[in-house]
């Protein structure tokens, strides 16, 4: 395969990733917490939250979409919903928001990693624009940063995962908070995506811009003629 199909392949591969990672970024549903279901013919109180806020839905259980051993829910059903952002930057006014003061902590951590994230996809992004307008050398040589900022946006886009997983793991484990299950949805599901692609194609973009390997035991690296990415 020719190394420009290769590019644009993985040019399309990296798209994909940072869409996951964005709409991970900008959504609400990394995780869904629900309490004991006490009595039926009651509201509970399930709630889903992401980076940003805490969304708490109150949901009316009846026998027939109460499941025995399972906590509120599922979210997917009809209630009234309210949301609220963590004003992650001003300090001192989260703590009833979260019912837990480390949980603040965690999301702090969480945001700022995925704020990074965010950061290296832009500056990849510009060095693989810069590398596809770009001629001979510089081509190749713009793809090396390209990579390395793609392979640091998925590493970033992994820690933010882990922090919030323990995030999530707190709350649970914590006596302060009424959840006692948890499941991580959609918005985890792309984060972890995002992480996937943007690292691999990264490690993939620093392999491309390496130089083309010896055809013959006797040449080295250097004696070989460069591959062609017209």
């Not at 019912?99 to 902590?105: A, N």
Request: charged share 20%.
């Amino acid at each position: 395969m020719h190394k420009s199909t290769k590019i644009k392949i993985a040019m399309f591969v990296l798209l994909v990733g940072m869409a996951c990672m964005f709409t991970a970024v900008v959504t609400d549903y990394w995780a869904v917490l629900s309490p004991r279901v006490e009595k039926l013919n009651e509201t509970c109180e399930a709630a889903h939250f992401g980076l940003w806020r805490i969304c708490k839905k109150h949901i009316y259980i009846t026998s027939e979409n109460y499941v025995e051993g399972h906590g509120c829910g599922p979210i997917s059903l009809p209630g009234e919903e309210n949301c609220t952002y963590f004003r992650h930057f001003t300090p001192g006014q989260d703590t009833e928001i979260f019912e837990y003061k480390t949980q603040k902590e965690y999301n702090i951590s969480a945001a700022a990693i995925s704020i990074f994230s965010l950061a290296f996809m832009i500056l990849g992004s510009l060095s693989l624009l810069g590398s596809c307008t770009g001629k001979g050398k510089g081509r190749d040589y713009l793809l090396k940063p390209a990579g390395m900022f793609f392979a640091f946006a998925g590493l970033c886009s992994f820690i933010s995962l882990e922090v919030m997983r323990q995030s999530v793991k707190r709350m649970i484990e914590s006596d302060e908070t009424i959840w006692i299950e948890y499941y991580y949805s959609w918005s985890f599901a792309c984060a972890c995506t995002g992480f996937i692609l943007l690292f691999l194609t990264g490690i993939a973009l620093l392999i491309l811009s390496m130089p083309q390997m010896p055809r013959n035991p006797w040449e080295t690296c250097m004696d070989a003629e460069p591959e062609q990415t017209e």
